[in-house]
């Protein structure tokens, strides 16, 4: 039995369910993303397009702050998605807690 592949991955340009998308040619959105939770399947954008995050320890934190009710809701959810791609750990660049201006 073969399994076809399902359309909204191939509408979207991303490899597999689950598994987010840069997307420099959308006018807003930075990413893209086809979630799949149980028999669920949702496309999802999020990130707002030109904007640099994830510059302090301290904005990171700001931003789980601020979402931390809808990052909770799960793969199904664009904070979850922009938290997990945007604001990892492993992309922050200072370890000062103090947001600059200009920077």
């Known amino acids: ?14 490899s597999g369910f689950n598994k987010p998308k840069r997307t420099p040619s959308h ?6 993303v086809v979630a799949k939770e149980g028999d669920k399947v949702k496309t999802i954008r999020f990130g707002q397009q030109g904007v640099k995050t994830n510059q302090t320890v301290g904005q990171r934190k700001a931003f789980k702050s601020r979402h931390a009710k809808n990052i ?3 793969k199904m959810s664009a904070a979850y998605w922009a ?3 945007k604001w990892s750990p492993s992309k922050t660049k200072s ?3 103090k947001w600059k201006k200009g920077s």
């Open 1 to 14: 039995m073969t399994r076809e592949r399902d359309p909204r991955l191939a509408r979207a340009g991303v």
């Open 27 to 32: 006018p807003k959105k930075s990413h893209i």
């Open 72 to 74: 909770s809701k799960g």
């Open 83 to 85: 938290d997990k791609t």
């Open 95 to 97: 370890p000062s807690t």
